[in-house]
Each structure stands twice: as structure tokens, then as C-alpha cells.
């Protein structure tokens, strides 16, 4: 498949994934609260991103049972079924039956997360080594686009034009990815098959899926780096609109530099970031993208010191955020570069939940923290773990693959 064809699949295999998350993660808190529902049932639906943490659990099955463009087409087809389903009711009565409500999202996001294990094993098989950083910001930032559709996008639809027509609109989108899915190779051969896909059997091979991999040298390093590399972010991320809020910024102000601004400057890392691991190489652009995530956190101490010139804030607030763009990438190339050829999604969904987990309890603790410590504390303690972070990672990628991977030229 030439290069740019496999970069547009991508692109839209991941906004496939991040159209229903959307909903789940960002408008169903203020769809239900538009709707009178309780804050403390509001803050229980968090809970529906579960499959997220868990999906190494169920990778296995997608690496050893039929091929991925198969997995891809039934996966797809059954998300925009489920949010057609969502879609054939008001909103208003699918408050009426939360229960129902919160199921069926529950099984979209086991199915979203299912499909992160189809894409990103498809991905780690055909993208080069080279093309990995390239691959990983069309990743970040498909995905992105689709939180986007699936949130802020719906929003304002459902705002002009009712909540069925809205979410079933949505759900057709699912087509742009659907037709070209039927259109891409796959492993049609017994010999391509051995080579892309695990022969486990039983309880003894399943976990020896998880143990070879994890018995590789150097993993202890990697799996420091995947437990600290976030951490700091996670940490203080959601503290950033509290520090905004008091300092005395309005919330117009606070939106326009964390959100449009923000998130401008986020896709634009992602971008960047897949050409600089190309001219850089992997292991580089990691412990770079790291420095600059840690120096962009540091930043924010000078609003806690009493910074007040809203351009100056959101010159903080861009670098930092393009800095998050760029090391975004940078982690999840490492991650493709350590998967084993015959079980990418495995490989791939055990390292992405171990970091999921790792980032959840930061993002949780994150307000506990600050309530505490103060500003001050959180931000500084953020900054110094994602530099520390910098020396697992560094003993983690010395070998001569992962130092050399990306310095080459697409072909």
C-alpha cells in the first residue's frame, strides 16, 4: 500500500475511534446535566472508560482469531450500529432510562477500545520503522479531530438541530471509514498470517503472551518510562483552568487560551513530531519532546508567581500544549517500535493500559494534591517527575534499533 494511502486509512481509522468517545468522555456530562442529573451520578459515568484500562486483556483474541481487515469491517459497522442506536431515542428519554443509557455506552466504548487493538496492531504491521512518528501523529490527531466531532461538534448541533438528527449524522461518518476498510490489504497468505499474527493455545500460551514480553531485555526501564513519562502531566493538566480561574482570568479568556489556543497548539505538536522523529530518530525525539513537556509544565509557575498579561499565559499555555503534542508522539512511537511482529496488538495494548492506569491515578490525585500543596507544589512536582522520567528512558532505549529507528527518509 503506498505510503500516502496508508497514512489516510490510519487517519480515519483513529477518528473513527475517537467519534463515540467523544460523546462518552466530553458532552455526556453536559448533556446530562442539561438534563438535571445529579453531579455525583454525573461523576460515575467516568467509569465507562474502563475497556480503555482493560483491553490488554481481551488483545490476545484479536491478535490470534481472523485478520485484521475482518476484525476492522464487523468492529466499525457495530459502532455505528450502537450510536444509531443511541440515536433512535431523544435524549430526554434516554434520561428517562439511564440504566439502558449507560449500558449501551458502555458496550460502544468495549468496542472503541476493541478497535484500538485492530488499528493499532494494523498499524505497527504496515507502517516502516521510519514511518512510525509520521503514523503516530495522523494517530493523535485523527483522534483528536474525532473527540472534536463527538463533543464540541455535537454540542452544537444537537443545540440547532435536536439530539436525533444530530447523533445519527454523526454515526453516517462511520461510512468514510467503512467503504475504504474494504478496500485495504490483508494477510490472505498461511505465510503472511504466521508473520503477523500469534499461535497461542490455552491458558499456558495466552500468558505467555504477556510474560515473554515483559521478560525482553531492557523492559523494566520501558515500563519505568511508561509509568513516569505522563505522570507529571496527568498531575497537573486538570489544574490548569483552577490556576487560570484564580488568578482572575474570565472563563472567555480561560477558553480561547486553553481550549482553542491549546488545542491548536496540540495538533501542531502532533504534526511536528512525526517529522522530527524522521530527522531526529525515535530514542531523541523522545528524551527532547520529554525536556520541552517538563520546561512547558515549569511554565505555569510563573502564573502562580503572579504572571497577569493574558499573551504572555498563553504563550505558556501554546508551548506547553505543543510540547504535550510532540512527546504524545514521541511515546507512542517507542511503544510501536517494541511490539513483536507476530502480536502487535497485544504488545501495543499492554504498554497503552499500563499508561492508562499510571495517568488515571495521576489525573485523579491531581486535585487532592493541589488542595494540599498549593500551585506551586503540583506544577514543580510535575515538571521534576517528567525529567526524571528522562533517565528510565534513556537506559530504556540504548539498544542500537530504537537509537537509529526513524533516521531514514520515506521511500
Known amino acids: 500500500m503506498p505510503a500516502m494511502r496508508l497514512f489516510l486509512l490510519l487517519a480515519l481509522l483513529y477518528f473513527a475511534q475517537g467519534l463515540p468517545s467523544g460523546l462518552i468522555a466530553k458532552a455526556l456530562p453536559a448533556l446530562l446535566r442539561d438534563q438535571g442529573v445529579s453531579l455525583s451520578l454525573i461523576g460515575f459515568t467516568s467509569a465507562l472508560a474502563l475497556p480503555w484500562a482493560l483491553k490488554f486483556l481481551w488483545a490476545p483474541v484479536i491478535d490470534r482469531y481472523g485478520t485484521r481487515k475482518q476484525w476492522l469491517l464487523a468492529l466499525n459497522g457495530l459502532a455505528m450500529a450502537l450510536m444509531l442506536v443511541v440515536a433512535s431515542r431523544d435524549f430526554a428519554a434516554w434520561v428517562e432510562a439511564l440504566p439502558w443509557l449507560l449500558a449501551t455506552l458502555f458496550c460502544a466504548n468495549v468496542v472503541s477500545a476493541t478497535q484500538d487493538i485492530a488499528t493499532d496492531g494494523y498499524a ?3 507502517l516502516k520503522p521510519e514511518w512510525r512518528g509520521i503514523g503516530n501523529s495522523l494517530q493523535v490527531v485523527g483522534y483528536k479531530l474525532g473527540m472534536v466531532a463527538g463533543s464540541g461538534g455535537l454540542l ?3 443545540a440547532h438541530y435536536g439530539w436525533q438528527p444530530s447523533y445519527a449524522g454523526l454515526a453516517c461518518l462511520l461510512l468514510l471509514v467503512i467503504v475504504p476498510v474494504q478496500f485495504m490489504p490483508d494477510e490472505r497468505t498461511p505465510q503472511q498470517q504466521a508473520a503477523t499474527h ?6 499456558r500460551g495466552y500468558t505467555a503472551l504477556f510474560r515473554d514480553f ?3 531485555p531492557g523492559m523494566a526501564w520501558w515500563f519505568a518510562t511508561l509509568a513516569l513519562y505522563k505522570f507529571g502531566d496527568s498531575l497537573a493538566s486538570r489544574m490548569t483552568g483552577p490556576l487560570l480561574t484564580d488568578s482572575g482570568f474570565s472563563l472567555a479568556q480561560i477558553g480561547v487560551m486553553t481550549g482553542v489556543a491549546g488545542a491548536t497548539a496540540g495538533v501542531l505538536g502532533a504534526f511536528v513530531g512525526g517529522a522530527t522523529l524522521l530527522r531526529i530518530g525515535h530514542r531523541e525525539g523522545l528524551l527532547a519532546a520529554g525536556a520541552m513537556q517538563a520546561l512547558g509544565l515549569a511554565g505555569y509557575l510563573l502564573v502562580v508567581a503572579g504572571l497577569q498579561n493574558v499573551y504572555a499565559i498563553g504563550a505558556v499555555v501554546y508551548f506547553e500544549q505543543f510540547a504535550d503534542g510532540l512527546s504524545t508522539v514521541a511515546l507512542f512511537t517507542l511503544m510501536m517500535d517494541r511490539c513483536r511482529a507476530h502480536s502487535p496488538g497485544t504488545d501495543y495494548s499492554l504498554q497503552a493500559s499500563m499508561m492508562v492506569m499510571v495517568t488515571g491515578i495521576a489525573a485523579t490525585t491531581g486535585g487532592l494534591f493541589t488542595e494540599h500543596f498549593g500551585y506551586a507544589a503540583v506544577f514543580a512536582t510535575a515538571a521534576l517527575l517528567t ?3 528522562l533517565v528510565p528512558a534513556a537506559r530504556a532505549c540504548r539498544g ?6 526513524g533516521r531514514h527518509a520515506i521511500s
Open 214 to 216: 515483559l521478560a525482553q
Open 156 to 158: 452544537w448541533l444537537v
Open 124 to 126: 505497527v504491521t504496515r
Open 198 to 203: 500469534t499461535r497461542w493455545h490455552g491458558w
Open 400 to 405: 542500537p534499533t530504537l537509537q537509529s529507528a
Open 387 to 389: 525529567l526524571f522520567a
